[in-house]
């Protein structure tokens, strides 16, 4: 597989969330422990805009330019996440099992995502 397929289908794998976010707000903030949010149409609008449109739109403007420094672009934020998931999970006190899966989740996808820049690079 090449780096900008596995790059192609990261991109798809983001939109598919944003996807979800958008329709099923609710869902979303319970599969992320966030049940407080529940009962709020600012938390619900909130997910659905954050989680659900950026996602949605940053994944289909990647592979609508279908370029590499694009998808490196999306994977910075995939990698800032995970960066900033992995630093802030002792104080937080979120060390658990969901924690380290979605660090390896958004690590992985960062890499695949940087791939195809990277791979010009070299």
């Known amino acids: 597989m090449t780096y900008l397929l596995a790059a192609k289908l990261c991109a798809v794998f983001v939109v598919v969330l944003g996807t979800i976010a958008v329709f099923a707000p609710l869902k979303v903030a319970h599969k992320l422990s966030l049940d407080a ?34 998808y490196a672009t999306l994977g910075a934020g995939w990698l800032g996440a995970g960066v900033i998931r992995t630093v802030m999970m002792f104080p937080d006190k979120t060390v658990n099992r969901l924690t380290f899966l979605s660090i390896a989740i958004e690590l992985c996808v960062a890499f695949w995502l940087f791939m195809p820049w990277v791979d010009g690079k070299i």
């Open 37 to 70: 949010l529940d009962n709020s149409a600012a938390g619900k609008t909130e997910l659905r805009a954050t989680l659900g449109g950026l996602f949605l739109f940053v994944g289909v403007f990647a592979l609508y330019l279908n370029n590499p420094l694009s």
